[in-house]
């Protein structure tokens, strides 16, 4: 029975005061008496003596732990004396001062008696060799500078811009540790040419994320339940705070989808709805995206040949995606245009370009006509479409109607209906009726719309019956000098 006892469980050491208890002490009781002795304590006794030991053992060891998690966030191996310094300010105890190093600090050890003592190994210099050093060069004096990054989304060639041998060797394949493929794989892209210069750090959940939104939108299936998955997708890209870091994944993706897939309206609706739900997340911030966003909305709703199917369903689809698309460009127009002051005039210009196009098809000029209502408001209908319909109307929308097939004539109707629903919120509440009558067009007023807007949209709007709107169209003759185009 007593050779099969634990040594450590022996008699003196249940007692709290044997050798063996003294033994488990990390920090040497030494240490703490030569400590006593110099403050002028002279006689302490062995349990004060082993109580300030466990006390200092335990606070060195809380010390060490609060530098380690310093040590750890800064992702390094190597403790350092700033570790030790930011963990006596958290423990609300004054740093010592006069430790600081750059470099890891090497101890020596020497023997005096039979106690090691340790010391810090300083390197020598030679007192000769320092002074016949060459001085180092005076610093410069911290100034700032202002240059131009892009003009117009144009890098001017100055010398703070890098050039363009410069641009041309980042043109390379990520290759080595610090490559980012993540990058690349979340965009969507097999075989990527930029490398950043910067890497973008991207958890794995926000990864697993992405890709269960990839997977719920790409899925095209007419199951109730597959419908209800792209509900749930978009509904949590509309309200999640946390995917703020996935911005320029999302915004690669859906440009990459719209660039690849013109002949699918399903993944271009898609692509739309995502734009939608990024753009009414209150938590992210898409100002850097706005003008790429614009050019993947202005792709669908400007877009020459969308779909691959032919026939008036199809055409329908197709329409319904370019009028979702011109609200999108609505929303980016209003949300956007105070941080880019030319994103506004930039969407207005484009859309009358295509609007004034002829050579473009009828699809190209009812986005056009959706876009400038509502990326310009109000202003730009009556400063610019206005004038322009009575051209329009002759070089486009009488030779559409005198093709006489099924296509053409609902392309027709779709166009005429877009500009209609484009001039109709001119009226507003803010103009008075006449007389008391709203409903009341007098030949001469019907005489003038149809002079100033052509037969085809006068006739419509007359039919209205909406006297304040006639009013506002005939204003409008006086931003052309009474109605000429030019």
């Known amino acids: 029975m007593a050779a099969n006892r634990d040594p450590r469980s022996s008699g003196p050491d249940a007692t709290g005061k044997g050798p063996a208890l003294e033994q ?30 466990q006390d200092v053992e335990y606070r060195i060891g809380q010390i060490l732990v609060e530098a380690l ?78 240059h131009w990054l892009a003009l117009d989304g144009a890098q001017p060639v100055i010398v703070q811009n890098p050039t363009t041998s410069e641009s041309r060797s980042q043109d390379l394949l990520p290759k080595g540790p610090g490559a980012n493929p993540a990058l690349a794989a979340l965009s969507g ?63 690669n993706f859906i440009a990459d989808q719209v660039t690849h897939h013109l002949e699918n309206i399903f993944v271009l609706r898609q692509m739309m709805e995502l734009t939608n739900a990024l753009i009414n997340n209150e938590h992210m911030f898409l100002e850097s995206y706005a003008t790429i966003l614009c050019a993947v909305v202005l792709t669908c709703m400007l877009g020459r040949k969308i779909g691959s199917e032919n026939g008036v369903v199809a055409l329908r689809d197709q329409y319904q995606l370019r009028e979702f698309a011109a609200t999108l460009v609505g929303q980016l127009s209003g949300k956007y245009s105070e941080h880019n002051k030319f994103l506004r ?57 005198e093709k006489g097939d099924e296509i053409s004539r609902v392309e027709f109707e779709a166009l005429v209906g877009a500009i209609i629903k484009a001039i109709q919120p001119l009226a507003g509440d803010d103009y008075p009726m006449m007389n ?5 067009t007098s030949d001469n007023e019907a005489a003038q719309i149809k002079a100033f807007l052509g037969e085809i949209i006068g006739e419509r709007i007359v039919q209205l019956g909406d006297h304040r709107l006639n009013q506002v169209v005939l204003d409008a003759r006086n931003f052309t000098g009474g109605g000429s185009s030019s």
């Open 345 to 401: 005039p930039k969407l207005v210009r484009t859309c009358l370009k295509y609007f004034l196009g002829p050579s473009f098809p009828p699809s190209v000029w009812y986005g056009a006509v959706s876009g400038l209502s509502s990326a310009g408001g109000k202003d730009v209908v009556k400063m610019l479409l206005l004038p322009h319909l009575k051209e329009f109307e002759s070089v486009m929308l009488i030779p559409l109607r």
């Open 69 to 146: 998690r310093f040590m750890r966030l800064a992702k390094r191996t190597t403790m350092t004396v700033q570790d030790i310094s930011q963990a006596l300010r958290v423990l609300d105890v004054e740093p010592l001062y006069g430790y600081n190093s750059t470099r890891p600090l090497r101890y020596g050890e020497a023997s005096l008696g039979s106690q090691p003592l340790f010391y810090l190994d300083d390197e020598e210099i030679e007192f000769e060799k320092m002074i016949n050093a060459p001085l180092p060069k005076i610093p410069r004096d911290i100034h700032f500078t202002s």
């Open 189 to 251: 892209q097999d075989n990527p040419h930029f490398r950043p210069a910067v890497k973008h750090v991207v958890t794995r959940e926000q990864i697993l994320y992405f890709e269960k939104i990839q997977a719920g939108l790409m899925d095209d299936g007419e199951d109730i339940e597959v419908q209800r998955l792209r509900e749930a997708v978009l509904e949590s890209v509309r309200s999640e705070p946390g995917i703020h870091q996935l911005s320029p994944y999302f915004v």
């Open 24 to 53: 488990r002490l990390l920090w040497n009781q030494e240490n703490v008496k030569d400590v006593a002795e110099s403050i002028g304590v002279a006689n302490l006794g062995d349990e004060p003596l082993r109580t300030l030991s």
């Open 436 to 440: 008391g009558m709203n409903g009341y």
